[in-house]
């Protein structure tokens, strides 16, 4: 009895390396440079058409998960930093990134192929440190800000890096400049400015002096151009190409989360001393409600960095940002 083709193609495709650069492409380069067209047959097989449904399943589902957890995150940061008076942007970033590298724990057992314990392992740190950098550096100017702004310009000029997002995919992912896309995420951004300064009467919002805010907002700024750096980074460097299952997906892109947590657990410690010692940032181990409500956010924090590169993964950085909003 033959086996199914489905099986087959499945076993086919899982022999391929993720980081392969020509892998699920339907051109290749030869030796002289030219591009050469793969024979190839597209077809809407039932496989197929529930394989699609599937990744788009998943899609909506890491979409919930992101926008829920990103709400509590920010809630929970400001309410430590602001009320409780725990300010320590950079222990918090750091703590919050730290537990990521759970993931690769929690999806160890379910990678059994030879081919897991062969990773381009030099191509991949230096990837991870890439884009680990560029994700410290958005992380602290938002962990800054979360107490020098408000909640809503917070929200709004963070989910402005859905335009830089596109903005860097141009040059970066190679995406063609498309005038549907441009408007769709001028109008998004639009839309989330409208809501976050269309009523701007609570009184709590305008505490704070106007110098301090201005300093907050700008500083964010910063951060969500970076953040949509990070977001084309993370789909260039680090994502497997189109084509592969949305199973290996989660999984790759749960080992990369594990990645960057593990890297900022062994590298990016290294200024905590110094801002203690220069006295810019005073190491205090949080206790009491404090330290609840920190675990909450490292939850939280987990969650959201999961579910949104999955969410990267399985569709694309822009689309990502923009379903965010």
């Not at 897991?116 to 191509?123: G, K």
Request: hydrophobic share 45%; with cysteine; aromatic share 8%.
């Amino acid at each position: 009895m033959s086996r199914p083709p489905s099986t087959v193609r499945d076993e086919v495709q899982s022999s391929e390396p993720l980081l392969d650069a020509e892998r699920g492409r339907s051109t290749r380069v030869d030796g002289e440079g030219n591009s050469v067209r793969r024979a190839e047959f597209r077809s809407r097989s039932p496989v197929t058409v529930q394989n699609n449904r599937n990744r788009y399943a998943l899609a909506a589902l890491m979409l919930v998960l992101s926008l829920g957890s990103f709400v509590l995150q920010t809630e929970t940061a400001q309410y430590i930093q602001r009320d409780l008076g725990w300010n320590k942007a950079y222990c918090m970033m750091q703590v919050n990134n730290m537990p990521s590298i759970l993931d690769m724990i929690l999806q160890a057992d379910r990678s059994s192929h030879p081919q897991d314990m062969a990773h381009p392992f030099y191509y991949l740190l230096r990837c991870i440190a890439l884009v680990t950098t560029a994700l410290t550096i958005a992380g602290s100017t938002w962990y800054i800000a979360v107490n020098l702004t408000t909640p809503s310009d917070l929200t709004a000029i963070y989910n402005c890096s859905a335009f830089f997002a596109y903005a860097f995919s141009i040059p970066l992912l190679r995406e063609k400049p498309q005038a549907d896309k441009i408007i769709s995420v001028m109008i998004a951004v639009v839309g989330v400015l409208v809501v976050a300064y269309g009523d701007n009467t609570n009184k709590q919002e305008q505490d704070g002096s106007a110098s301090t805010r201005l300093g907050g907002n700008m500083l964010i700024g910063v951060g969500s151009v970076l953040y949509g750096l990070y977001e084309v980074l993370y789909k260039k460097l680090l994502c497997p190409p189109s084509g592969t299952s949305s199973g290996r997906s989660v999984i790759f892109s749960n080992t990369v989360c594990a990645c960057i947590g593990a890297f900022t657990l062994l590298i990016l410690w290294i200024p905590l001393p110094l801002l203690h010692w220069t006295g810019w940032e005073t190491f205090e181990i949080p206790t009491g409600e404090t330290a609840k409500l920190l675990s909450i956010s490292i939850f939280a924090n987990a969650v959201f960095s999961g579910s949104f590169l999955i969410l990267i993964s399985l569709t694309s950085p822009v689309l990502s940002s923009v379903a965010a909003l």
